[in-house]
């Protein structure tokens, strides 16, 4: 299974963005899907999650209100539509899926099998 995550950029604070995450390969028992971040220094965080069966999301405090994750499941793919951004936003941006993670563990990066290779998003003042 590969990962591929996309739709990073500069953006001014207050504008918009969306991530996508591909996933090709072995999918068809579907993949809980979750966004990360890390920023300069700092450790990779949970951002938001999508649960593989039903329409359960999560989000971290900081994003709610202000991003929303969704599935193309005839796509294979997990968005991340990022609204009112803002400089602590500012990140490297990680997709990563499992097939058997429970929800609880949604949040922990360890429990994920697979990863996408990041991509940037820089939100300036």
């Known amino acids: 299974v590969q990962l591929q995550a996309s739709g990073g950029g500069l953006v001014q604070a207050g504008d918009s963005l969306r991530l996508s995450c591909v996933a090709s390969g072995r999918t068809g028992s579907g993949f809980t899907v979750g966004w990360f971040r890390q920023a300069p220094g700092k450790e990779r965080e949970f951002v938001a999650g999508?649960?593989?069966?039903?329409?359960?999301?999560s989000y971290t405090d900081s994003v709610k209100g202000r991003f929303t994750i969704s599935r193309d499941r005839a796509k294979n793919t997990v968005y991340l539509q990022m609204n009112s951004l803002e400089p602590k936003d500012t990140a490297i941006y990680y997709c990563?899926?499992?097939?058997?993670?429970?929800?609880?563990?949604?949040?922990?990066?360890?429990?994920?099998?697979?990863w996408g290779q990041g991509t940037l998003v820089t939100v300036s003042s």
């Open positions: 990563a899926g499992d097939e058997s993670i429970i929800w609880s563990a949604r949040a922990t990066p360890d429990a994920y099998d697979y």
């Open positions: 999508i649960f593989r069966s039903g329409g359960s999301t």
